[in-house]
């Protein structure tokens, strides 16, 4: 809205006056509604942000309960177990049976391979040094010596694909769940006799028709967990033991 003001009968500037002042108040009822939008809108910004920072706090603490427990003792006086029991293994348990310990040997070792292979070249070397020329003879008949004498890596390569397995101890019974074969339990009371595996390089332990096998690298283990079970204490019968193997037992 404009007004004309006369003075002295000559029109003024004021109706531009006016005229911008309208303009002028205009601006500011614009200027304060996108102020005030403005403010709403980081306010809601605000809030997005610190509904995001709960989340973000949130997650971590779900991380951390969902993260696997680590290596601890599952029972008084048994060895460190590397953790939880599998939900394959478990399945073996049977109703009310109580887990002591378990580990299992996931590959082959490096190290024992690399001695034989080290004293196999020893040999080698000694042979070279007395008989220089047996290096000059043909493939046909150097490759047989050779593979003679390098024949205790492949033994050793062999021993520890098959000592590949699981073992587990519970307050009655040891399972033994091979990489290639059936999983086979034997109660510890039934245990008759001790032997050393030859197929592991472990001990093997016998039962009526029954034989679980534990890897050289888990047998001291194993050992401390049967005793920790105090099952072996009271037996019936002597368990055939040269080894001395089988904690709490007659002989």
Do not use: H, Y
Request: hydrophobic letters at 45%.
């Amino acid at each position: 809205m404009s007004l004309r003001l006369i003075e002295g009968g000559k029109g003024t500037r004021a109706p531009v006056e006016a005229e911008a002042t309208e303009v002028t108040r205009d601006a500011g009822a614009k200027g304060r509604a996108r102020a005030l939008g403005t403010g709403k809108a980081k306010e809601k910004e605000r809030g997005s942000g610190k509904r995001r920072g709960k989340a973000k706090g949130r997650g971590p603490s779900v991380e951390r309960s969902a993260a696997p427990l680590g290596a601890r003792a599952l029972a008084p006086g048994a060895p460190v177990s590397p953790g939880t029991l599998p939900l394959e293994f478990a399945v073996l348990l049977r109703s009310g049976e109580a887990l002591i310990w378990w580990n299992e040997k996931e590959g082959i070792a490096v190290r024992p391979i690399l001695v034989v292979v080290a004293i196999c070249g020893a040999v080698l070397a000694l042979i070279t040094g007395f008989a220089a020329d047996f290096w000059m003879q043909p493939w046909e008949t150097l490759w047989p010596p050779l593979a003679a004498l390098f024949s205790p890596v492949l033994a050793v390569l062999i021993r520890e694909a098959l000592a590949i397995r699981a073992s587990i101890i519970t307050d009655g019974a040891v399972v033994d769940i091979p990489r290639f074969g059936e999983p086979k339990r034997l109660a510890i009371a039934a245990i008759e006799a001790v032997r050393r595996d030859l197929w592991t390089g472990g001990v093997r332990l016998e039962g009526k028709g029954v034989r679980v096998r534990i890897p050289p690298s888990l047998a001291d283990d194993a050992r401390k967990a049967i005793a920790s079970t105090r099952r072996a204490i009271v037996r019936s019968r002597e368990v055939d033991d040269p080894l001395a193997w089988l904690p709490g037992v007659r002989r």
